[in-house]
T-cell receptor, first 113, second 112 residues
Framework: NAGVTQTPKFQVLKTGQSMTLQCAQD?????MSWYRQDPGMGLRLIHY???????DQGEVPNGYNVSRSTTEDFPLRLLSAAPSQTSVYFC????????????FGDGTRLSIL | GDSVTQMEGPVTLSEEAFLTINCTYT??????LFWYVQYPGEGLQLLLK?????DKGSNKGFEATYRKETTSFHLEKGSVQVSDSAVYFC???????????FGKGTKLSVKP
C-alpha cells in the first residue's frame, strides 16, 4: 500500500525561485491538506481540499498555491520562494472532513537560500 | 480557538522506565483526540485515538484516556524501549477547516 506519496523528499532553492511539491494518495480520500512543520511550532495548516475542484486556505496560506484537478493529486506550489518558507512540508489525507484520522506522507524537506 | 498544550521536551529516559507525556486541550464541542508519533526522517503516524469522553486509546503498549473533566489526554507507557525514541504529537480534530490542531511535540530519547 502506497498511502500518501510526496516528492521530492529534499529540495534546495534560491530565493525567488518557484517549485511544486507533489502529493498523491491511492486511498480514494476526499479530504487532503498541506501542513508545514517548524521547530517548536507543531504543524500548521497551509491549504486544504474537500474534493476535486475545491480548495481553500488554512492558517498560513501566503506564498503558496494549490489545485485539485483529481481526487488523487494535490500539488503545492511555491510562487516565489523566500527563506521564511524553509520548513518540512507534509501532505495528509482522510476519508472526509469529519472522519479522522489523517494519513501523512513522509514529508518534503525544503531549504530556501 | 481550539488549542493543544503538551509538555515541553526533550524527555530522556532509560530503557524500561515509565513514560508520561502530558497533554491538555481547549475546545468547543466534543473533539476526537489523537496521539501521533514521528520517527526520525519520517512522516507522522497515528499511534492511538479516542473519540469520546472516558474512551481509552491503546496501541503498542501506549495508552491515553480522554478525560473531559480535566480536558486531558496524557500518553503513558509502562516500559519504554530504545525503539520508542521519536517525537510525539498530541492533536485534536477541532479545526473548522477539517484540520487537526497539534501540540508542539515532545521529543523522547530512550537510552539503553
Amino acid at each position: 500500500n502506497a498511502g500518501v506519496t510526496q516528492t521530492p523528499k529534499f529540495q534546495v532553492l534560491k530565493t525567488g525561485q518557484s517549485m511544486t511539491l507533489q502529493c498523491a494518495q491511492d486511498m480514494n480520500h476526499e479530504y487532503m491538506s498541506w501542513y508545514r512543520q517548524d521547530p517548536g511550532m507543531g504543524l500548521r495548516l497551509i491549504h486544504y481540499s474537500v474534493g476535486a475542484g475545491i480548495t481553500d486556505q488554512g492558517e498560513v496560506p501566503n506564498g503558496y498555491n494549490v489545485s485539485r484537478s483529481t481526487t488523487e493529486d494535490f500539488p503545492l506550489r511555491l510562487l516565489s520562494a523566500a527563506p521564511s518558507q524553509t520548513s518540512v512540508y507534509f501532505c495528509a489525507s482522510s476519508q472526509d472532513r469529519e472522519n479522522q484520522p489523517q494519513h501523512f506522507g513522509d514529508g518534503t524537506r525544503l531549504s530556501i537560500l | 480557538g481550539d488549542s493543544v498544550t503538551q509538555m515541553e521536551g526533550p524527555v530522556t529516559l532509560s530503557e524500561e522506565a515509565f513514560l508520561t507525556i502530558n497533554c491538555t486541550y481547549t475546545a468547543t464541542g466534543y473533539p476526537s483526540l489523537f496521539w501521533y508519533v514521528q520517527y526520525p526522517g519520517e512522516g507522522l503516524q497515528l499511534l492511538l485515538k479516542a473519540t469520546k469522553a472516558d474512551d481509552k486509546g491503546s496501541n503498542k503498549g501506549f495508552e491515553a484516556t480522554y478525560r473531559k473533566e480535566t480536558t486531558s489526554f496524557h500518553l503513558e507507557k509502562g516500559s519504554v524501549q530504545v525503539s520508542d525514541s521519536a517525537v510525539y504529537f498530541c492533536a485534536l480534530s477541532g479545526g473548522s477547516q477539517g484540520n487537526l490542531i497539534f501540540g508542539k511535540g515532545t521529543k523522547l530519547s530512550v537510552k539503553p
